[in-house]
């Protein structure tokens, strides 16, 4: 009989703590200590040092371990593969976490159509919906197949059984939160459940050579039981992000042990499921209004992608004795130390002025490209001076108002070229842009500020890409 005893455990870190706190011990999370009763670990082991387990068996010499040739099976969604840099690896295990609502198991779903039509044996468990449910959304997609199964079951018990029955190449829970183990004491969608439920399917997954997809819904705050205490379990954690009133999704592998981090895909959510979008760029610049100040363009990078994203300033004056900055898509802490830099080492004071920021569409950057467009944005706001149309400005600014060179400028300056822009704001060290396009070098934040003034609009639409200038 298992001896019971009450822990405190962090939602966000995983760490159990014998007393309750108002801030996790280990992560110094604020507000996240949860009370569970938890089994105590069986007697452990009281075999005596110095003797292996059975499974172990003795170390080995590298080379003569054989590697697995399991290639990935592309999902046919060109940008979840491109993420995955190819596809599900056989017996591994993902997880996807986003807020509700956000498309997850819209995704999964048409990822299963492209599998199942290709041949695959696929599992789908319905932890949330019933079995009519998603076979009407599975209807809308066009990913009714009969190699697509389906188990409505919350318990993992049905779970491990369906899978030891129909032996799928891949399996899909939606989610992990509403799976429970009747074994455990702790509360379903508790971190201890979640947990062994998730540990139970990665073991799974391992033996029989399944790709194990697991679904996790995080919210803004984090979320109760949330997927970060699944992160170590897991060989590949995606994040599928935007903002539930645009249509554009993006994502990203934070975590993926067969391939790199930091590709992006793109999506767009429309009535017919997912989409890709073949060019992101275009899309976020498509409703751009000239001759407003404080609007930017900025060529981020996702990935090895270049992006092309409009940044926003507005600043208002205001009588508070601390004014309000906001940041959407943009770090805080960035906005307040670019106000800083701004008011300190070009003599623009933002202290009467309550300032928003924020990036069109959705799109969240965070990189330290965007400090010099987020320092124009903001002369141009104040200054009520208009930026020319088809410039586009990036660099990182440093506490001394220095502008420094950020990583792949080519690609991006090549990008912008590629939208009809013409000329560039960059660090005084960057690389030369593509023929046809001016690129103005600056070594400090008043010079960038200059060379911005300097550039009269003529407030004339852009040119097509590759179009004269
Ligand atoms: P869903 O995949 O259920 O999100 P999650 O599993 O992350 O909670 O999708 C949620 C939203 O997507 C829902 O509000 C409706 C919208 N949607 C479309 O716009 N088009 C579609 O074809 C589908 C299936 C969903
Ligand atoms: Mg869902």
Redesign the pocket.
Known sequence: MPRLRTVHRCHECGSAQPRWSGRCGACGAWNSLIEEVEATPAAASSRPAGLRSESAGPAVPITSVEGHDDRPLPTGLDELDRVLAGGLVPGSATLLG??????????V?QALANLTAAGHRCLLVAAEESKAQVRM?AE??GAVGDSLWLVAATSLADVTAAVTELEPSVCVV??IQALYDPALESAPGSVAQVRACAHELVGLAKGRGTSMVM?G?VTKEGALAGPRVLEHLVDTVLS?EGD?HHALRLLRAVKHRFGPVGELGLFE??????APVADPSGMLLADRRFGVPGCVVLPAMEGSRPLLVELQSLATSTSLQMPRRSAQGLDGGRLSLMIAVLQRRAGLALGTYDVYASVVGGVRVTEPAADLALVLSLASVVRDQVVHPDLVVFGEVGLGGEVRQVVHTPRRLAEAFRLGFRRAIVAGSSADGPEGMSVYRVASVGQAIETMGRLRPGLRALPGPGGPT
Not at 269 to 274: D, E, F, I, N
């Open positions: 986003g807020e509700p609502g956000i498309g997850k198991s819209t995704l779903l959304r809308r997609l939606d989610s679904i819904h599928f539930r959510m429309t009535g017919a499921g997912l």
